[in-house]
C-alpha cells in the first residue's frame, strides 16, 4: 500500500513558475513509476509526466514539454513537477500516482492539489 500526498498548487500568474510535491509512505517507493495527471474544469483527466523507477527515464505530454520537468528523491520518498512558463490553459487539478509498470494503469492516487494560473 502506497499514499501520496500532493502539495505547492496555488494561484499564480501567467509566465510564473510553481513546484509542485508528491509525497510517498512506505518503504518501497523506489519500486513504483510515479505520474503527474491533471484534470481542468470539464475536460477529462489527462496525462502529464511519468518518471521511471531510478528516475533515469522520463516521459512528457508534449502540451507541457520544455516547460515542465518531472524529478524524483528516492532518499526522500519524493517526487517532484516543475512548471515554468504556466499559462491559463495549465489550471487543473494535479494528481500524482504510482505504478508498478511506468506504462499503464497506476495503482495509487493523491488527493491532488490545484494550481490556478491567471492571466
Known amino acids: 500500500q502506497v499514499q501520496l500526498v500532493e502539495s505547492g498548487g496555488g494561484l499564480v500568474q501567467v509566465g510564473g513558475s510553481l513546484r509542485l510535491s508528491c509525497e510517498a509512505s512506505?518503504?518501497?517507493?523506489?519500486?513504483?513509476?510515479i505520474h503527474w495527471l491533471r484534470q481542468a474544469p470539464g475536460k477529462e483527466r489527462e496525462f502529464v509526466a511519468t518518471?521511471?523507477?531510478?528516475?533515469?527515464?522520463?516521459i512528457y505530454a508534449d502540451s507541457i514539454k520544455g516547460r515542465f520537468t518531472i524529478s524524483r528523491d528516492n532518499a526522500k520518498n519524493t517526487a517532484f513537477l516543475q512548471m515554468n512558463t504556466l499559462k491559463p490553459a495549465d489550471t487543473a487539478v494535479y494528481y500524482c500516482?504510482?505504478?508498478?509498470?511506468?506504462?499503464?494503469?497506476?495503482?495509487?492516487w493523491g488527493q491532488g492539489t490545484q494550481v490556478t494560473v491567471s492571466s
Open positions: 500516482a504510482a505504478g508498478k509498470a511506468v506504462i499503464g494503469r497506476p495503482d495509487y
Open positions: 512506505g518503504r518501497t517507493f523506489s519500486s513504483y513509476a
Open positions: 518518471i521511471d523507477f531510478s528516475g533515469s527515464n522520463t
